[in-house]
């Protein structure tokens, strides 16, 4: 996803974007319109109350003692309509709020984790969270409470002004004299305060992603004894931060003082005219004080929608950002007709003059040409130097980038045209860093096939050497291994995550430095364990380590992503080439 500059986001920072919250909002619309109505009845009750007073004190001279009765019952049954229709737009309101929060929420979470990994080379991952909570807590705080007290107030507005013209037209029209010297304030600092706005919700965003990044790496930043430099760091962004939020909340209060003291003055000017045509006799005192309510009233309504104003244009503000994740084009895409995958599935893969380079690195090759053909059930080592290609390769197999040039293709059917899903579903992959969720040792296996009964979990346990340790631990496979499994050694992160490619049970395999971390004997255990996986399937496995490549069928040379020798373990010595000279650093005694 592309940033926009600053220039980019100050043309469209305005309150109109929150137009792309119609589609969360529709299939609601039974919700909006029982608010709408509940909306209507409290702002006719409070418009009618200024009316109820007129006749009282209009009528406290001539009126009669039933009379007088009925018009303060006529109060109660205002007072009761008033509370009904709050208490309903209450509900109605803030549950609406919360449902399109958490279809917001939703709808993010699916956009994102669907995303290929390259969009993850253009926005860190705090800055995703960031938006997934602070932006969308925003949002939520305006549909579900603001939005209702704008269109409330608009309602107590409009209403006021056509009852205060009735009143009397003179004290209306020296009103609506004062409407300009209130709205120039609210457009001129509005623009502002959108720009502070915008910024104060990027800076907490970078802030976010920031602790996130640190807190992922707390161990190596005391290793390193960066611990001040990176609080040092954080507490500059925080600054920041509030330097920014200084300046949103200066600006909103200095526009809210000044549109307050503008109504208000307008109102004593208005009520000191009004006084004087009550003593002229050219309108009552009841006319008089009916007008003044209504006048508050409409002050009021103006002044709350001036503080509306700024809250409408900070979730502006996130709802753009929101609409930028919605909306983000991925590099890789499903077709709209995808080709099936045949089953049973063969596990035929080949690479035919593969070229690709990194969409962050486009002067530089990770693959130049690559032409590769693993045969189904055949078992094919990828070796060479860091940074050679190996680990490209597995990449672009289970289609996280699509090459710039080249086809790849699984028994006959290129990538492109298949659903990422449906071929996926026949591969098991075991990374070279093992992912391990904040869940039970047999969930994160389970994560391999969800439908996996505890026995096949605990049968892929101890194929991949891990049931004993396992079953040691305090609830054994029950037990909570932390966040990123923070309770288990790498090596035991390794062999769970071989257990969860195991108990996949797919028709192709590929291991990314599958036992690096693991110890001598365990690996042993596992590689015996590998061995029997990998009868009947394609398997293509990446290693440093030759030892563990040596039973392959075949040996891929990977170097400056070029394909320079294969062969077997034998025929690469013999040849005397790159990997000759990796097998004698490693095979040789030091």
Do not use: C
């Amino acid at each position: 996803m592309a940033r926009r500059n600053d220039t980019d986001r100050a043309s469209s920072r305005k309150v109109g974007t929150l137009r792309a919250l119609v589609p969360f909002l529709w299939p609601y619309r039974v919700m909006v319109i029982g608010t709408l109505i509940a909306l209507t009845v409290t702002a006719g009750a409070s418009l009618s109350l200024p009316i109820a007073v007129r006749r009282v004190v209009d009528g406290f001279g001539t009126s009669t003692e039933a009379l007088l009765d009925e018009y303060f019952l006529a109060f109660l049954g205002i007072a009761g309509l008033l509370a009904v229709g709050t208490g309903a737009r209450y509900y109605l309101v803030t549950r609406l709020g919360e449902r399109v929060i958490a279809d917001i929420r939703r709808a993010l979470f699916d956009r994102v984790t669907a995303m290929s990994p390259a969009f993850f080379e253009n926005i860190i991952t705090g800055e995703v969270i960031s938006r997934l909570t602070v932006d969308t807590t925003v949002i939520l705080s305006v549909i579900g409470s603001s939005v209702s007290v704008a269109l409330r107030n608009v309602m107590m507005l409009a209403g006021g002004l056509v009852l205060m013209l009735f009143t009397s037209a003179k004290l209306t029209g020296l009103v609506l004299l004062l409407v300009p010297l209130v709205v120039i304030p609210i457009v001129v600092m509005g623009r502002r305060l959108r720009h502070h706005s915008r910024e104060n919700q990027d800076l907490i965003a970078r802030s976010s992603g920031n602790a996130a990044e640190i807190l992922t790496a707390t161990p190596t930043v005391q290793a390193f004894t960066q611990g001040s430099a990176v609080r040092t760091r954080f507490a500059e962004l925080t600054e920041e931060t509030f330097a920014s939020a200084r300046r949103r909340i200066g600006t909103r209060a200095v526009m809210t003082m000044i549109v307050i003291f503008l109504v208000f003055s307008g109102v004593v000017g208005i009520l000191w005219v009004g006084a004087r045509d009550v003593r002229a006799e050219g309108m009552t005192t009841g006319q008089l004080v009916q007008f003044v309510i209504y006048a508050v009233l409409v002050a009021g309504a103006v002044g709350a929608l001036s503080e509306i104003w700024s809250e409408l244009q900070r979730a502006a503000g996130a709802t753009e950002r929101l609409v930028e994740l919605l909306e983000a084009e991925d590099t890789v895409q499903d077709p709209e007709a995808p080709m099936p995958l045949a089953r049973p599935v063969r596990g035929e893969i080949v690479f035919d003059n593969v070229l690709f380079h990194y969409p962050q690195r486009p002067g530089q090759s990770a693959l130049s040409g690559i032409t590769l053909r693993v045969a189904p059930g055949e078992t094919v080592a990828l070796v060479g130097p860091s940074g050679a290609g190996k680990t490209t390769v597995l990449q672009l197999l289970l289609r996280f980038y699509d090459p710039q040039a080249g086809v790849i293709s699984i028994d006959g059917v290129e990538l492109p045209t298949m659903a990422r899903d449906d071929f996926r579903r026949e591969v098991a992959l075991v990374p070279q860093d093992p992912v391990i969720f904040a869940a039970s040792a047999r969930d994160n296996i389970r994560f391999g096939r969800p439908e996996a009964t505890d026995a096949e979990v605990e049968a892929a346990a101890r194929a991949a050497a891990a049931h004993d340790f396992l079953t040691a631990l305090p609830q054994g496979y029950d037990t909570q291994v932390g966040e990123r499994g923070v309770m288990l050694s790498g090596g035991q992160k390794q062999r769970i995550a071989i257990a969860r490619a195991i108990l996949r049970d797919a028709r192709i395999l590929l291991l990314d430095e599958a036992t690096s971390a693991l110890d001598a004997e365990s690996e042993a255990a596992v590689q015996r364990a590998m061995e029997r996986l990998a009868e009947g399937r394609t398997v293509i496995v990446i290693a440093h380590r030759l030892a563990t490549v040596k039973k392959a069928d075949r040996i891929v040379v990977l170097d400056h992503g070029q394909t320079v020798a294969e062969g077997t373990h034998e025929s690469l010595i013999a040849d005397g080439g790159l990997y000759a000279r990796l097998a004698k650093l490693q095979f040789t005694d030091q």
